[in-house]
């Protein structure tokens, strides 16, 4: 049994690692630079504000629910460019920040609350690993909590 549980657990590991998405790239005109930049100048700005020692609502306000929240903008700029790095990056950051908040959630046995915190942050970076490994060890941990986080994620 003892190979049966390695395998088991290097193919979970395995089945997170699916490759971020190509990103095409595309020539961009001085007017869509100069929109891009100013939508990333206005992502980071915000992102400032986005601490992980903040209540998890106002972290999911900032990055993913609030009007012109980080996600909204970070998108818009990557209609404009596909392939913009620093846009990338501030998605990365994002995905990090819920997982840290996630983590100490979790930590607190504040299962639903991280559950949501890890959606929101999927949400803006849906193949993030750190975040996909922090809600399969969740709900290994707590079957009801996920259950209780997909029903209140779908709609009725």
């Given at each position: ?7 088991s ?20 005109t001085e007017?869509?630079?100069?929109e ?25 306000y ?22 913009n ?13 819920c ?30 690993r ?27």
């Amino acid at each position: 049994t003892g190979a049966y549980g390695y395998r088991s657990y290097l193919q979970q590991d395995l089945d997170l690692a699916m490759p971020e998405p190509m990103r095409r790239h595309v020539q961009l005109t001085e007017d869509q630079r100069k929109e891009v930049a100013e939508y990333l100048m206005l992502a980071a700005d915000n992102l400032k504000d986005a601490k992980p020692t903040l209540d998890p609502q106002d972290l999911s306000y900032i990055l993913t629910d609030g009007p012109n929240n980080v996600n909204q903008i970070v998108n818009a700029a990557l209609r404009i460019e596909p392939d913009n790095k620093k846009a990338l990056e501030l998605k990365a950051t994002m995905a990090s920040l819920c997982e840290q908040k996630a983590r100490e959630l979790s930590d607190a046995g504040r299962l639903p609350d991280a559950l949501t915190l890890i959606k929101r942050g999927l949400s803006a970076k849906p193949n993030d690993r750190a975040l996909m490994r922090l809600q399969r060890d969740i709900c290994n941990r707590d079957m009801q909590a996920c259950a209780a986080a997909d029903d209140a994620g779908s709609p009725p």
